[in-house]
């Protein structure tokens, strides 16, 4: 059974920074992706960032050249570097990994952005 853990998820002022990680174990089948999505009160989930095999990435269009997934192979692990943080992007931000046929999710870590 696959395994997800998050950590990196904080309070922050508008403007800092944070840094989410997603550490992967126990897949059973490859990973074809990695992806952030981000959950806001009373709003549905939402893509935030993804990342595929070959390394292709692809943001929504509220984080883009703010935000970067990235990820260590070596180390199971992936980001999500968050720059000029805004309140708007206050949600909890869940980590996905896409093995076909499977998917998992993490547990969310909460992202608070505010003065």
């Known amino acids: 059974q696959g395994q997800l853990v998050e950590s990196g998820g904080g309070l922050v002022q508008p403007g800092g920074s944070l840094r989410l990680s997603c550490t992967v174990s126990r897949m059973t089948f490859p990973i074809t992706a990695m992806a952030w999505y981000r959950q806001a009160p009373g709003k549905q989930r939402e893509l935030v960032a993804v990342?595929?095999?070959?390394?292709?990435?692809n943001y929504a269009e509220s984080v883009k050249d703010r935000f970067t997934i990235s990820r260590d192979t070596a180390k199971n692990t992936v980001y999500l570097q968050m720059n000029r943080l805004k309140p708007e992007d206050t949600a909890v931000y869940y980590c996905?990994?896409?093995?076909?046929?499977?998917?998992?999710w993490g547990q969310g870590t909460q992202v608070t952005v505010s003065s």
């Open positions: 996905n990994c896409l093995t076909p046929p499977k998917a998992y």
């Open positions: 990342i595929a095999r070959d390394d292709t990435t």
